[in-house]
């Protein structure tokens, strides 16, 4: 039995988790976290972080890592989200409440973010040219020339 998800090979998860430098400032981001943490993230946590701000859910991120959906799920709560938010609040000066779905929404939000390059899962750019939550529901993370011609692809930071 294959562990690949539908739509999704194990192929184009390499290649964009390679080509996460592109869209993150991902070594400072790693740099921070080790900063709060005291240790830096082990290959299964970066990997996790990685596959989360690239919006992939944790069936996908289980598939890809070959393993379970509960055991994705309990090492983002228990290993990524917690550093996060210890990350996040203290850029932002306040507190904030993480989940998996908006970890790419306060992390563009502290200033990891390098490129718009995708459209942030779950958001949409209002007029303002700030990120505001959409009722849209949470869709992975595409690159700007493949999206729909609802999509709005921001550039710069």
């Known amino acids: 039995m294959s562990n690949e998800i539908p739509g999704h090979s194990i192929q184009s998860w390499l290649e964009e988790s390679n080509a996460i430098d592109q869209y993150w400032d991902f070594d400072r981001l790693c740099q921070d976290l080790v900063k709060h943490k005291g240790k830096a993230l082990t290959e299964y946590e970066a990997q996790l972080l990685k596959a ?81 939550p959409s009722s849209s529901t949470i869709q992975k993370a595409v690159p700007a020339t493949t999206q729909s011609s609802k999509s709005v692809a921001r550039s710069g930071t």
């Open 52 to 132: 989360l701000l690239l919006g992939y859910n944790p069936q996908e991120i289980a598939g890809f890592l070959t393993s379970t959906d509960i055991t994705v799920r309990v090492a983002i709560s228990q290993k990524v989200l917690p550093w996060i938010e210890l990350l996040v609040s203290a850029a932002l000066h306040r507190p904030i409440e993480p989940t998996r779905e908006r970890i790419p929404y306060w992390l563009e939000r502290a200033g990891y973010r390098k490129a718009f390059m995708h459209r942030l899962p779950g958001y949409e750019n209002d007029p303002s040219g700030q990120l505001e």
